[in-house]
């Protein structure tokens, strides 16, 4: 059993938070992001996902307007899709239009270390008497969840499908009254300030079965989360969606889905996407070497290249981040060393800075990227 001092202590600190959050929730436009701007950051961040980003952006408005319930989490977002095709990507982004690079960030918690009952006190804490208990130990980063008074929290439930169902239970309980009581009993955690966000990959083992079998599915019943997609979505679209909505009702209780904001269903990548993440992934490269007054272009040989050893088609755009590093990167760091030799040769001394204003042009030569040392200005 906690002594009473703790309690107190706990009780106090707990009650602080609520009377904070209830301060905040009478005023309008406290928080301080933008969400045009954050629909350009995240246009600028991720690919393909259009309607996905659209969606957010409203529910930014609504939050931005105060016009959501105080007595429950900002938002509470689904998004489902395939692996790799930005559903964690987009959550992040928004995290750092929020909070800039600067922690807290978002709280992330991955479900598939919660697929256990046992393993349910990780989310709430140790129950009374076990080890722990006193110290109110949880997954949840306290900080990243509550965020401040002109910053929400942000929370990802990555893969929320592999979740215990006593994890779900508590999750529930989260969604409708915004609190999350610790096992402990002496201190609840508010996510009354936070923009709740889950990830999952159901139906798309169903959807890649249906669509290699036939692909003429007809169209179900649609349920109360699909009317507003069903405007905006082809035909093929509409059967994905009803093939996830089955797995979810098959997976998921209805009072869970009915306590979610909004679901939103992530778009396979195609090969254009796909082409347009290397391009993404160069301008990074390439906002970090204008230090160094480099810049890198790629021939269109050399971005196909990444592209087809970047995409598999079990992980999607996952490694293509990877395979930038190991096959663009590799050459290119080689390619610099050679130009900062040539300059050296040139009667540079050792270790004088690299030549400014150098373009490397990089091609695909039998498999492999080799770069044009030649200065693009001489
Ligand atoms: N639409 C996209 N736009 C930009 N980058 C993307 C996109 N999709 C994937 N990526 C790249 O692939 C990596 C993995 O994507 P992400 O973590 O968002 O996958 P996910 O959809 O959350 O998959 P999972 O369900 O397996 O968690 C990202 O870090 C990013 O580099």
Not at 76 to 82: A, N
Request: glycine share 8%; with cysteine; charged share 25%.
């Amino acid at each position: 059993m906690p002594y009473i001092n703790d309690v107190l202590a706990d009780n106090s600190q707990s009650n602080q938070l609520a009377r904070e959050v209830a301060s905040l929730s009478g005023l309008r436009s406290r928080f301080a992001f933008d969400p045009e701007q954050i629909r350009i950051e995240l246009e600028k961040h991720i690919v393909g996902q259009q309607a996905v980003i659209d969606a957010l952006c409203q529910q930014l408005k609504v939050i931005k307007a105060g016009l959501h319930d105080s007595q429950r989490p900002l938002c509470v977002l689904l998004f489902i899709g395939d692996t790799g095709v930005g559903k964690t990507e987009l959550v992040r982004t928004l995290a750092r239009c929020i909070h800039g690079d600067n922690n807290p960030g978002f709280c992330r918690i991955d479900m598939n270390t919660l697929s256990q009952s046992h393993y349910s006190a990780a989310i709430t804490g140790a129950p009374p008497g076990y080890v722990g208990s006193k110290e109110n130990l949880t997954l949840l980063n306290e900080d990243a969840i509550t965020g401040s008074s002109s910053r929400p929290g942000v929370v990802l439930f990555d893969e929320i499908e592999k979740a215990d169902t006593a994890v779900v239970r508590s999750l529930m309980n989260v969604f409708d009254s915004g609190k999350l009581r610790l096992a402990s009993g002496t201190r609840e955690l508010s996510f009354c300030n936070s923009l709740v966000f889950m990830t999952s990959n159901i139906g798309s083992k169903q959807w890649a079965q249906t669509a290699r079998h036939s692909g003429s599915r007809g169209i179900r019943q649609w349920q109360q989360w699909l009317p507003s997609l069903q405007s905006r979505l082809t035909g093929r679209q509409r059967s994905r969606a009803t093939v996830i909505e089955e797995a979810m009702h098959s997976h998921f209780d209805p009072e869970f889905i009915n306590r979610i904001d909004r679901i939103e269903l992530f778009e396979p990548l195609t090969s254009a996407h796909l082409t347009a993440i290397v391009e993404l992934e160069l301008r990074q490269l390439n906002q970090r070497l204008r230090r160094q007054g480099v810049q890198v272009e790629l021939h269109p040989s050399a971005l196909d290249y990444l592209r087809d050893q970047g995409f598999d088609p079990l992980f999607g755009a996952r490694s293509i981040k990877r395979k930038v590093r190991d096959l663009l990167m590799v050459p290119l760091a080689e390619a610099l060393l050679s130009a900062d030799r040539l300059q050296a040769d040139k009667g540079s001394e050792a270790g004088a800075s690299r030549v400014a204003g150098i373009t490397l042009h990089g091609r695909n030569v039998d498999g492999k990227i080799e770069f044009d040392l030649k200065p693009a200005k001489e």
